[in-house]
């Protein structure tokens, strides 16, 4: 019989997890597959451990991994990767947005003969606000990676053991993972999933890290930065000169006049903040380089229960 490995990743997640776990444990039972649900708890300071582990005391299949300290989603869903042992892999949020109801869903549509499908929003359940936030964020990805996501991509997704196998051979200490997704390829799917808004608290995804994740994905996915100040600086040193020869046309045949030092100093400044952003651009990309070089662990683990 195959298996069906839950991957949820979380983080202060105390008021979401009994309920989730209420609703998705008889939807897995009416399955007819093996699974397991395996959490990856991100740095938790509330209950959110201690309900997980009060679970798992008294069903096995239901198992947690514990990080030594905060090191992000990405880091938390590729050590549930790892760690998962099912032929099927389902990744989700504890918070019900994509409800566990789809699972069924995302099994019958993967045993058609695919690697991946992906969850796409039927409609987004969520403010205004952070509606205006997620374009801004998935139109900054399409426009500077060239990644094609889908439109309206849910977090809720399920893959096979072939294709996590091929995921994680992706070592990169910069991780992006709706990027690896994409990049990793194989024959995928996609499916509608009815969000419903969020069970309890608040999303710790925020504009800021969105937009950090944005930027994070254009270094890792691109060289557009790089080819941007190339560009702008070959357009620069053309203006440049371009400048220079109309001030001597005008002093040699037009009107003779002297430089004030304001533009001179001006000139400088720009100048100098040209380069000094190019300069920066540089050292991001040399950043990174750096941090690959290490090859630290992608994530520390303090704990594993079940497991």
């Given at each position: 019989m195959k298996k069906l490995s839950l991957i949820v990743p979380v983080y202060f997640e105390e008021d979401c997890i009994n309920q989730y776990l209420f609703e998705t444990i008889p939807v897995l039972d009416n399955i007819e597959m093996e699974w397991e649900i395996v959490f990856i708890d991100d740095g938790s300071k509330d209950k959110t451990q201690e309900l997980?582990?009060?679970?798992?005391?008294?069903?096995?299949?239901?198992?947690l991994i514990e990080f030594s300290y905060n090191q992000g989603k990405q880091a938390a869903v590729s050590a549930g990767i790892n760690y998962a042992t099912g032929d099927y892999l389902l990744y989700m949020d504890p918070d019900l947005q994509d409800p566990p109801n789809e699972i069924p869903n995302f099994v019958a549509e993967i045993e058609k003969g695919y690697d991946l499908v992906?969850?796409?929003?039927?409609?987004?359940?969520?403010?205004?606000?952070?509606?205006?936030?997620?374009?801004?964020?998935?139109?900054?990805l399409n426009k500077f990676t060239g990644l094609e996501i889908p439109k309206g991509l849910a977090v809720m997704r399920i893959f096979n053991r072939k294709f996590a196998e091929k995921f994680m051979q992706y070592r990169e200490q910069n991780r992006f993972i709706e990027g690896i997704f994409i990049h990793v390829g194989m024959k995928r799917s996609q499916i509608e999933?009815?969000?419903?808004?969020?069970?309890?608290?608040?999303s710790k995804f925020n504009f800021k890290r969105k937009m950090q994740l944005a930027f994070d994905a254009i270094f890792d996915f691109s060289e557009l930065p790089l080819k941007l100040a190339v560009r702008l600086g070959i357009f620069m040193s053309l203006?440049?000169?371009?400048?220079?020869?109309?001030?001597?046309?005008?002093k040699l045949f037009i009107i003779d006049f002297?430089?004030?030092?304001?533009?001179?100093?001006?000139?400088?400044?720009?100048?100098?903040?040209?380069?000094l952003f190019f300069i920066g651009i540089a050292a991001i990309y040399i950043g990174r380089i750096y941090k690959e070089s290490k090859q630290r662990?992608?994530?520390?683990?303090?704990?594993?229960?079940n497991l």
């Amino acid at each position: 019989m195959k298996k069906l490995s839950l991957i949820v990743p979380v983080y202060f997640e105390e008021d979401c997890i009994n309920q989730y776990l209420f609703e998705t444990i008889p939807v897995l039972d009416n399955i007819e597959m093996e699974w397991e649900i395996v959490f990856i708890d991100d740095g938790s300071k509330d209950k959110t451990q201690e309900l997980i582990k009060a679970f798992a005391d008294r069903d096995n299949r239901i198992k947690l991994i514990e990080f030594s300290y905060n090191q992000g989603k990405q880091a938390a869903v590729s050590a549930g990767i790892n760690y998962a042992t099912g032929d099927y892999l389902l990744y989700m949020d504890p918070d019900l947005q994509d409800p566990p109801n789809e699972i069924p869903n995302f099994v019958a549509e993967i045993e058609k003969g695919y690697d991946l499908v992906f969850g796409v929003r039927k409609e987004k359940i969520d403010s205004t606000i952070n509606k205006i936030y997620s374009r801004i964020f998935w139109g900054t990805l399409n426009k500077f990676t060239g990644l094609e996501i889908p439109k309206g991509l849910a977090v809720m997704r399920i893959f096979n053991r072939k294709f996590a196998e091929k995921f994680m051979q992706y070592r990169e200490q910069n991780r992006f993972i709706e990027g690896i997704f994409i990049h990793v390829g194989m024959k995928r799917s996609q499916i509608e999933v009815s969000q419903r808004k969020r069970f309890a608290g608040k999303s710790k995804f925020n504009f800021k890290r969105k937009m950090q994740l944005a930027f994070d994905a254009i270094f890792d996915f691109s060289e557009l930065p790089l080819k941007l100040a190339v560009r702008l600086g070959i357009f620069m040193s053309l203006l440049g000169v371009l400048s220079f020869i109309i001030i001597l046309f005008f002093k040699l045949f037009i009107i003779d006049f002297a430089a004030g030092w304001p533009s001179i100093i001006s000139g400088i400044i720009l100048s100098l903040g040209i380069q000094l952003f190019f300069i920066g651009i540089a050292a991001i990309y040399i950043g990174r380089i750096y941090k690959e070089s290490k090859q630290r662990p992608l994530f520390s683990i303090k704990e594993m229960t079940n497991l």
